[in-house]
């Protein structure tokens, strides 16, 4: 079942904070965030896995709550370059399966100067 | 970048016709995906291989079908295409497939059935 991201879409100006939500009704064993701009691939951010930690890069970093089976991806002193569509990708079970991610349908994050 | 392409980058193709979409890697990765983007529906897989002539199929698996004779190379084709198959698909790959490793996206191929 595919996961649930909040908000759909969120405008924010240059320096200000973000957060973005994946949600899913089945237990989970990792989440992958990705950012994709217009025309452009998907591009990989981070990968958490089950165990709740919380991941980090430059300002971008994110938390992963296995009890509620939600990650929350958070955007600090939002860039102009942090534009673009987010997605989550799921993958349940085990953990040793090879079976693709399961995919949010994005929030697009628009940042205006 | 992980060296993966796909070929052809656009196409436009009518109702009816077979159409073959191909995902090239220099990775030497094991898993490999292929994934549709519509709309409000984000990415949904449609099949992946987990080896050389190992298939299997994904959400979105009806009207397709792909193959898989090199690590290399992943074919997906649409036997008789649809207006519903109007899409952008993505390829994508992975070393060992598990939970805790990436998958790593193609460009992309922007199909248009008529």
């Known amino acids: 079942q595919q996961p649930v991201q909040s908000p759909q879409a969120v405008i924010l100006r240059e320096g200000e904070d973000a957060v973005i939500n994946c949600s899913s009704s089945k237990a989970l064993y990792s989440v992958h965030w990705y950012r994709q701009k217009h025309g452009e691939a998907p591009v990989f951010l981070m990968i958490?896995?089950?165990?709740?930690e919380q991941k980090g890069h430059d300002k971008i970093s994110a938390s992963f709550n296995e009890k509620k089976q939600q990650s929350s991806l958070y955007l600090t002193a939002s860039q102009l370059s942090y534009s673009g569509t987010y997605f989550c990708g799921t993958e349940s079970g085990s953990g040793g399966g090879a079976d693709g991610l399961t995919f949010g349908k994005g929030t697009h994050l628009i940042i205006q100067p | 970048d992980a060296g993966i392409t796909q070929s052809p980058r656009h196409k436009v193709t009518e109702t009816g016709t077979p159409v073959t979409l191909r995902c090239h890697q220099t990775?030497?990765?094991?898993?490999m995906y292929w994934y549709r983007q519509d709309p409000g529906h984000g990415l949904r897989l449609i099949h992946y291989?987990?080896?050389?002539?190992?298939?299997d199929k994904g959400e979105v698996s009806d009207g397709y079908s792909v193959s898989r004779s090199k690590t290399e190379d992943f074919l997906l084709t649409l036997e008789s295409a649809t207006s519903s198959q109007t899409s952008v698909y993505f390829c994508a790959i992975s070393s060992s497939g598990g939970a805790q490793d990436t998958q790593y996206f193609g460009p992309g191929t922007r199909l248009t059935v008529l």
């Open positions: 958490l896995l089950k165990g709740g």
């Open positions: 990775e030497n990765h094991r898993y």
């Open positions: 291989s987990y080896g050389v002539k190992d298939t």
